[in-house]
């Protein structure tokens, strides 16, 4: 079955410490996203591709960093510039950016919860 | 800066009352609006979208969303709600401006229906 595999599904982090959250979808999809989750906040986008090799500044890319060199793959990086880590991680892929087309639906996977220890 | 509010955080109703769950949106220029849900361990999943056209959208499960672009409202309805309609339900914009987009989630309204 095609789909979004976020991994891990929890994640500890000290402090000062930069970690990767892999997300990997086999949908073909050529953009996908990443989310945050916080209590209350709702979903804030932090960066988006909407094809390989190239990627954009959400709302709060401040303290993340994304690669995209392949297609399939969009892992996320928050660094230890990131003042406030603790929260919940969504990916999400459509076949192309979903506000260009509206027949374009977005598949969510199933997070990442990080946590600071 | 857009901004997207759902004012009810927090909805219980018995089964086969009807729902109406608001949001509101400040933006002037074009939109996409959205609803999205997250049933209990499950993914998040696109109920309903509006991009253009009849204002009164229909999605999945018997639900629909007006569109009043005076209010700046895309407001959720189901007639007669379901146990299994227990769910986080969250509306999204997409601010549309050439070629730019900026999408922005409301807060979420959980619904609890009882039996």
């Known amino acids: 079955d095609g789909g979004i595999t976020q991994s891990p599904k929890y994640l500890f982090r000290k402090e000062g410490q930069n970690v990767t959250l892999s997300c990997e979808q086999n949908l073909n999809h050529d953009a996908m996203y990443w989310y945050r989750q916080d209590p209350g906040q709702g979903l804030r986008l932090i960066y988006y591709?909407?094809?390989?090799?190239?990627?954009q500044k959400g709302d709060i890319a401040e303290g993340y960093s994304v690669s995209r060199e392949k297609k399939e793959s969009f892992p996320l990086t928050v660094t230890s510039a990131q003042k406030n880590p603790t929260a919940f991680y969504l990916c999400?892929?459509?076949?192309?950016?979903?506000?260009?087309?509206?027949?374009?639906?977005?598949?969510f996977g199933d997070g990442t919860r990080l946590s600071i220890l | 800066a857009q901004s997207v509010s759902q004012h009810n955080h927090h909805v219980i109703l018995s089964e086969a009352a009807s729902l109406e769950l608001g949001c509101n949106y400040s933006y002037g220029g074009t939109v996409n609006l959205f609803w999205y849900v997250q049933y209990p361990g499950q993914h998040l999943q696109l109920l309903l979208k509006y991009f253009s056209g009849d204002p009164l959208v229909k999605g999945i499960k018997g639900f629909e969303a007006e569109f009043i672009k005076s209010k700046f409202s895309f407001n959720l309805r189901k007639p007669s709600v379901q146990w299994s309609d227990t769910a986080e339900y969250f509306c999204a914009v997409n601010a549309r401006t050439g070629t730019a987009s900026k999408l922005t989630f409301g807060t979420g309204t959980r619904l609890q229906v009882t039996l």
């Open positions: 591709s909407q094809i390989v090799n190239d990627f």
């Open positions: 999400a892929s459509s076949t192309r950016p979903f506000w260009a087309d509206s027949n374009q639906p977005q598949h």
